[in-house]
């Protein structure tokens, strides 16, 4: 399909990730129309149709999103449609291992700036899902840290900041699958600033100048 004929399809283009390393180093996009997204490649090297179709089933996997019978495409629940987290969902379901699980124990991370690391643990509170971000470890001003991921989250996640240390998403859901996605990005900031900047600067060679790397 040319690229008029995949935006009518498909909608939108929400994503893209300019080389996937699990898959011959060929460009994959993630496509919205409706509450439908669509995992697609204008690759035709042999296999891609499976590969998409892995990518599909590791959003699902990781993201608590719903699969559909078509190839390629899943639809998107009530409530789960927030752009950032669905981008980053998207990108690390191309560029993890296929054999890539979250663990099924608490939330958590270690700290890659101190020797803290980050639990964080989510409750209703009033009709509101709350998240709070604690600490282990040793530091002389902990909260400076868990500001960050605070910070983290309201930029990465479309989160709203309730204290120093808690947030909620917008829709005031529980959405733990958004958040073990985007806890390691949320962490570091500034280093994730300068890794994005760099894939848009690619996605966006690709999509306006070249079409899709196959």
Not at 144 to 171: H, M, P, Q, T, W
Request: net charge neutral.
């Amino acid at each position: 399909m040319r690229v008029f004929e995949v935006r009518e399809q498909f909608g939108n283009c929400l994503e893209l990730v300019s080389m996937d390393p699990n898959f011959h180093n060929i460009t994959v996009g993630l496509f919205i129309k409706n509450d439908i997204l669509t995992v697609w490649s204008y690759s035709k090297i042999e296999g891609v149709k499976s590969r998409l179709n892995t990518i599909r089933d590791k959003m699902v996997e990781l993201g608590g999103l719903k699969s559909t019978d078509e190839d390629f495409k899943l639809k998107v629940p009530k409530g789960y449609f927030i752009e950032r987290p669905l981008r980053f969902l998207f990108t690390q379901s191309v560029e993890k291992d296929p054999g890539f699980k979250f663990d099924d124990g608490p939330i958590s991370a270690s700290d890659n700036k101190t020797k803290l690391s980050f639990t964080i643990q989510g409750q209703y509170q009033n009709d509101n899902y709350v998240y709070v971000v604690s600490t282990t470890g040793e530091h002389e001003r902990p909260i400076i840290r868990i500001r960050a991921v605070v910070g983290g989250f309201v930029k990465y996640g479309e989160c709203i900041k309730l204290n120093d240390d808690s947030f909620c998403f917008k829709d005031k859901k529980q959405h733990d699958e958004y958040i073990r996605v985007l806890l390691p990005y949320a962490r570091n900031v500034s280093a994730v600033e300068n890794m994005i900047t760099t894939s848009e600067q690619t996605g966006q060679m690709n999509t306006q100048t070249l079409g899709f790397s196959q």
